[in-house]
């Protein structure tokens, strides 16, 4: 099998996608995943790092907000089983569909903008490892997923949603210094669309209330435990420190999810030259080197 791009003609069996769910792995049924205990024991650290390889996409020509294959590897690997199924309801550049390709998980990848469904094939089209899943990409509305899959089928959710309309506004690079500060990115605006349907065009109380109806119809998805992880940092907006962190735990909460973890996604080993951006009057630059990555699972 392999990677397939998918509009509305798509490819179903009944009215559902056609994909796999259920392990492939010889693990004994009482482990919750494939994981030896030198790896399980890692993975207890709160605090995370990762690289970027040759295959990630640092272009943010390309797309304006992306994680490491490593980082989405490591949560697929923590949270499912080898054949499991993964959803990735904003699935931009496709990296999570990349690391369920490398790692052996069926995945289905949702996004509204073309561009970055056509990124997302292409990345899979230059992995030609044989493999026994599917690694699906769509492009849809995350409001209109539960057309596409089967109630109680899925392990993970993992994505790193729309910021609100953070993003839509023009980049200063206050943080960058000297020369840097006026690189390819300043006074640009680096919001993914400008789609009304794209969650990074509303307000942040617009788009609380938006995650939890739409995170409400991926519960039942969820097969139970399942496990659901959103990668979100928090930003600065004129001065003001806008916690996402809390109103994505909030909204999740409100609509059924149970918090299980934060986990701190340390990012000091990857920024490029950290400036001294409120120096010597504002802490401003405090928070701004980490993410989170939120873990929720589905109660029995």
Same mark, same amino acid.
């Given at each position: ?10 490819? $179903? ?11 492939? $792995?010889? $693990? ?53 089983? %080898? ?12 990296? @999570? ?48 997923? %539960? ?80 496990? $659901? ?38 990012? @000091? ?32």
């Amino acid at each position: 099998m392999g990677e397939k791009a998918i509009e509305n003609d798509i490819e $179903c069996s009944d009215k559902f996608l056609n994909i796999g769910y259920e392990r492939i $792995c010889q $693990c004994p049924p009482k482990h919750i995943n494939c994981m030896t205990a030198k790896e399980w024991l890692k993975a207890q650290i709160g605090v995370w790092q990762f690289f970027y390889e040759g295959r990630d996409i640092r272009d943010k020509k390309l797309h304006p907000a992306t994680y490491p294959i490593s980082l989405a590897k490591k949560c697929i690997e923590l949270f499912t089983h %080898k054949g499991e199924l993964v959803l990735d309801p904003f699935v931009g550049s496709g990296t @999570t569909l990349v690391a369920a390709r490398d790692i052996n998980r069926n995945a289905v990848g949702f996004d509204l903008n073309k561009e970055y469904i056509n990124l997302s094939e292409d990345r899979l089209s230059g992995q030609t490892q044989f493999t026994d899943t599917q690694q699906l990409s769509i492009c849809d509305d995350a409001r209109n997923i %539960k057309e596409y899959i089967r109630p109680g089928t899925v392990s993970l959710i993992l994505t790193s949603p729309p910021y609100a309309n953070l993003l839509n506004r023009k980049r200063k690079n206050k943080s960058r210094r000297g020369k840097e500060r006026k690189n390819d990115q300043y006074n640009k605006i680096e919001q993914y669309s400008q789609d009304s349907r794209d969650l990074g065009t509303l307000t942040l109380d617009e788009y609380s209330r938006e995650m939890g109806e739409i995170y409400r119809d991926f519960l039942p998805l969820l097969k139970p435990k399942g496990h $659901c992880v959103i990668n979100i940092p928090d930003m600065w907006w004129e001065n003001e420190r806008i916690t996402l962190h809390i109103s994505i735990v909030e909204a999740l909460r409100n609509v059924g999810y149970e918090l299980r973890n934060t986990i701190i996604w340390d990012r @000091t080993n990857i920024v490029n030259r950290v400036g001294i951006f409120g120096w010597p009057s504002n802490y401003i630059t405090m928070g701004v080197t980490f993410e989170y990555l939120l873990h929720f699972w589905k109660p029995e």
